[in-house]
């Protein structure tokens, strides 16, 4: 679902971000955490890093786009989530003229470590695009609601069991294969990373600081561990 953002002009953006301190460490995390060590970078200073990024990284997403798709929209729309209230996140979805765009709030970009954690948190969530993550989850969502709702009707079930039917359904698809498909984000996150100029090794450091979500049945993500094992196969490769 998308939701209206505004994007920041450099100068308003680095205030807002000031604004934020002091962050949690996590750059997942949605409960207060430790204070960040003195090491880490001012929010001011990520402020002027993600502009960086943004500007280095985006050609580079853009061109493995058209190189890995056809008939792909490969002109992304890098915003900023300036909800205060929101928590460290970024997220991939598509406008209504199925435009790419990629939200980060202003929490995780506070609280990122580096510019190499900001590139691969960028290069993921292109790879999602590049990869039809979205368009693949529906067709999953969809195809899981018209399971659960024949064997609902097969079953003699009512016209409100076969509708909550329907809703488990695809509810269901659409995860089946969410762990994959993240996966597949960092594996093709980290090549987009990587040919940037920075460092996807250095830049998944921030899994070892965010909730471990294990390996839940129909969870929405891989455990942590597999995830910083794919980046490192991956770099091994190229």
């Known amino acids: ?16 971000l000031a604004a934020c301190e002091p962050v949690p460490n996590s750059p997942v995390a949605t409960t207060p955490t430790a204070a960040a060590p003195a090491s880490q970078p001012s929010s001011r200073a990520m402020a002027r890093s993600f502009v960086q990024v943004v500007k280095t990284l985006e050609p580079v997403a853009e061109r493995e786009c058209r190189n890995r798709t056809k008939n792909t929209n490969c002109d992304f729309n890098i915003v900023v989530d300036d909800r205060l209230d ?3 996140n970024a997220y991939q979805t598509l406008d209504r003229d199925g435009r790419p765009v990629i939200a980060f ?29 979205i368009a693949r989850q529906q067709q999953n969502a969809v ?38 498909f993240e996966l597949e984000a960092d594996a093709l996150g980290t090549i987009i990373t990587k040919r940037a100029g920075y460092d996807p090794l250095r830049g998944a450091a921030f899994f070892t600081r965010i909730p471990d979500p294990g390996d839940k049945f129909l969870g929405t993500h891989p455990p942590n561990a597999s995830r910083l094992d794919t980046v490192r196969r991956t770099v091994a490769g190229m």
């Open 1 to 16: 679902m998308l939701i209206v953002m505004r994007a920041f002009v450099v100068l308003g953006f680095v205030a807002a």
């Open 86 to 88: 929101q928590p460290a």
């Open 105 to 133: 709030t202003l929490a995780l970009i506070a609280d990122a470590r580096n510019e190499d954690e900001l590139a691969f948190v960028l290069g993921h969530e292109a790879a999602h695009h590049i990869s039809g993550h």
């Open 143 to 180: 195809a899981g609601a018209v399971i659960f709702a024949g064997l609902a009707t097969l079953s003699g079930g009512d016209a409100g069991t076969i509708r909550s039917a329907q809703e488990l359904g695809a509810q269901v698809g659409a995860r089946s294969y969410s762990k994959n």
